[in-house]
């Protein structure tokens, strides 16, 4: 378990980008106690140029893979992760702790000690009561795998390798969320260690579960399972159609159609900037809980504008959603969210398309995508869980993605489009801002991600993590 010289070589290279800070961190590292640490662990220990290490290391979004952990700990149990919180306490190391690595700002990596949960990641359900419960290092492919002969589920993501517990923890959207409510509207109790080691049950009335109904990951402790409650599915019709004429009207028309679709139709609507010699496209990945002749004919005013390419077609519940999963591959890329508590209007349109146009054309490619909440999510109160969001009617986001040798000046003209976008769209979204797209760049994150329910959340951190053990940039003070 030592760093040899050659390890610790490759750990220094891998950090150039941190700085003195990050080398230094580093250094510290050899003289840390790594066998004490791995003795405790029914897992193992995973040191920079061990067999793992760089996929292990590795987030999803790469503009913070310079950014690696002086070590890893592989756990297997709620145990090893009340060890390694302790270790890491008793030698003043930072830690993380990682299910998917798909923090948007990278927050899911560190200069210290990554405690990786990849291994707590079964799945299985009380068939008497329909509650399934989930590792804390499960991913949605391990949802879908488990509950694909069956005819139940709970709200769930669309790429493979994202992490449940995250989704869970900032609130959980996806496309059975009109219908039936956000992932954590569905979490009737946790496991969580917190950072005295301890290991607890939250279920009930208790503030803490509470607050892991949406604050978001890594505030209060590391979340080891979860048990949700289950609803019944069955047949679906699913469409991934794309409009290449006609885009402004064509978006016009399905958001201002989508506004008064029944519950049971999920979607994402994608506007995707204009590259090369293209021009903008447009998207529609819905879910709609009646036939394929349906679907039509909700979305006869859209088709009358233009005819589009794709599919739509009825499964069962788990194989249609292989027409609406997305890889999630790593990449360069950064997001910026906004809830819509209003209409997208004509003049909305107006401003969210004078801006596509002006993309710059010289990063990879940009898209203004808005997912329809709405409906079960607005049930209830801002209050009833950590997740504020309760008067939205869209989710907004606007995507940029670029290459690796995207040169410096070149990126940040893109971003500074990114961004001049992203105010323009404040004013007539009127929301907050979603905390599982958590965003590096914002100023006013608190109220964005928290608003009415900030005290309540500072207090119970305040209560569960004096010392602030558990802390990023935009973590929920104490």
């Known amino acids: 378990m030592r760093l040899n010289r050659r390890t610790f070589l490759t750990g220094v290279a891998s950090a150039a980008a941190l700085g003195a800070a990050g080398v230094q961190l580093l250094a510290a590292g050899r003289r840390l106690p790594w066998e004490a640490l791995a ?44 060890a390694s919180i302790l270790w890491a306490r008793e030698n003043g190391v930072p830690l993380v ?81 009109r219908a039936h409510g956000l992932t954590c509207d569905h979490m009737v109790a946790s496991e969580i260690v917190l950072a005295d080691g301890s290991i607890r049950t939250l279920s009930g009335d208790d503030d803490l579960l509470w607050a892991c109904r949406g604050a978001g990951g890594g505030n209060f402790g590391i979340n080891t399972s979860f048990a949700f ?30 506004d008064r679709a029944p519950r049971t139709f999920g979607s994402k609507v994608s506007a995707k900037a204009p590259t ?5 496209q447009i998207e529609l990945l819905g879910q709609f809980t009646g036939t394929p002749a349906g679907l039509r004919e909700l979305l006869a005013d859209a088709y009358a504008i233009a005819v589009p390419k794709g599919v739509v077609t009825m499964e069962h519940y788990w194989k249609a959603q292989e027409v609406l ?31 596509l146009r002006r993309f710059p054309k010289t ?13 079960r999510v607005n049930d209830k109160k801002p209050s009833d869980t950590a997740f504020v969001h309760r008067q939205s009617r869209w989710l907004s986001s606007i995507d940029l993605y670029w290459e690796r040798d995207t040169p410096s000046d070149t990126l940040q003209h893109n971003l500074a489009w990114l961004s001049e976008f992203y105010e323009a769209i404040i004013p007539i979204a009127k929301g907050g801002a979603y905390q599982n797209f958590i965003d590096p760049s914002l100023t006013d994150w608190k109220a964005a991600y928290h608003g009415s329910n900030l005290g309540k959340l500072e207090a119970i951190k305040k209560r569960v993590d004096p010392a602030g053990v558990f802390t990023f940039r935009e973590a929920i003070p104490g």
């Open 325 to 355: 999963a997305e890889p999630g591959t790593p990449a360069y890329w950064q997001e910026r969210s906004r809830f819509f508590n209003e209409a997208i209007d004509h003049r909305a349109v107006a401003v969210i398309f004078e801006w």
């Open 363 to 375: 990063a990879k490619s940009a898209e203004f995508k808005v997912f329809q909440t709405g409906g």
């Open 229 to 258: 409650q289950t609803f019944e599915v069955g047949s679906i019709t699913v469409c991934d159609l794309t409009w290449d004429e006609q885009p402004e009207r064509v978006f016009a028309s399905l958001v201002e159609t989508l």
């Open 39 to 82: 003795r405790r662990l029914s897992g193992r220990v995973v040191l920079p140029g061990d067999r793992g290490y760089g996929e292990f290391a590795l987030p999803n979004n790469l503009r913070y893979s310079a950014l690696r952990p002086a070590g890893i700990a592989m756990c297997k149990s709620a145990r090893d992760v009340s």
């Open 276 to 280: 090369g010699s293209s021009g903008i």
């Open 97 to 177: 702790a990682r299910s998917g690595g798909h923090s948007y700002a990278g927050y899911s990596t560190t200069s210290g000690l990554m405690i990786d949960m990849r291994d707590m990641n079964s799945v299985s359900l009380d068939e008497s009561t329909g509650v399934a419960t989930v590792g804390g290092g499960a991913r949605n492919g391990n949802v879908y795998e488990y509950f694909g002969n069956r005819s139940l589920a709970i709200t769930h993501g669309r790429c493979p390798s994202v992490g449940v517990a995250g989704l869970a923890l900032g609130g959980g959207i996806g496309f059975n969320m």
